[in-house]
């Protein structure tokens, strides 16, 4: 395989351990998430530098909103600041910036802010951003199941000609290929609910670093121990 081969085309990461690193620094759960914004930018910075097309990051679950209203305010007040902060450096770097999740629950302010992200973005080259907004996996497929219902109830599509296509074709992910490489911080080891129909094939890692911890080079120590693995896809080599 070339080296080329061994780069992950996709990326994706569950930031998890802001809360910890809030509370291991005697600050506010809040304050811990805002630190998270730097390791987005790294991860950027380091994604762009090793090629890799697509980096998909779980921001927000839709478990979240049982979280008090403080910590769910102040993550939405960081989401928007973040998205207008950001834009220009993200034009920069020519990053495209995408949602998947359902956005209709969000505020029509969060919602303006996000579109208007995606907007001036639009037609990035370097990587695309694909930020997980009110997402979890089982409302994706359900939202999935549901359309493609629909359009079996309308006539359009046969229950029988319904293949993984059809169902890959109707998910939020739709436009993307599946993650090559889930990565999830903070050493928990688990998917909560984040692309599970699309981690079929995934690479894990699960460093213990809490993410706002999270550098460059972590982001490089991942994609290394990518370019170790030996993905066979069921096959034998
Ligand atoms: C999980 O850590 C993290 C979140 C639910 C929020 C992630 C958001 C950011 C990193 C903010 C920056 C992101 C963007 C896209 C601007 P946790 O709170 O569950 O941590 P814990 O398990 O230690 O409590």
Known sequence: MSEQKRIP??????????GRWAGLHGKERYEGHAAGVEP???SLRAAARWGV???TLYAFSTENWGRPSAEVDALMELFCQSVVNETPELIRQGVEV??????SRFSEKVQK????????????KTLTLILALNYSSRDEITRAVRQIARRAEAGEIAPGEISEATIGAALDTAPYPDPDLI?????EQRLSNFLLWQASYAEF????VLWPDFTERDFDAAVEEYARRDRRFGLVK
Do not use: C
């Open 183 to 187: 990565v999830r911080t903070s050493g």
């Open 98 to 103: 995408r949602m998947i999740g359902d956005r």
């Open 53 to 55: 097309k697509y980096l």
């Open 9 to 18: 085309q996709h990326v994706a990461i569950i930031m998890d351990g802001n």
């Open 113 to 124: 802010y996000l579109a208007q992200a995606e907007e001036r973005t639009a037609g990035g």
């Open 205 to 208: 890692w699960f460093p213990e």
């Open 40 to 42: 987005v930018r790294a």
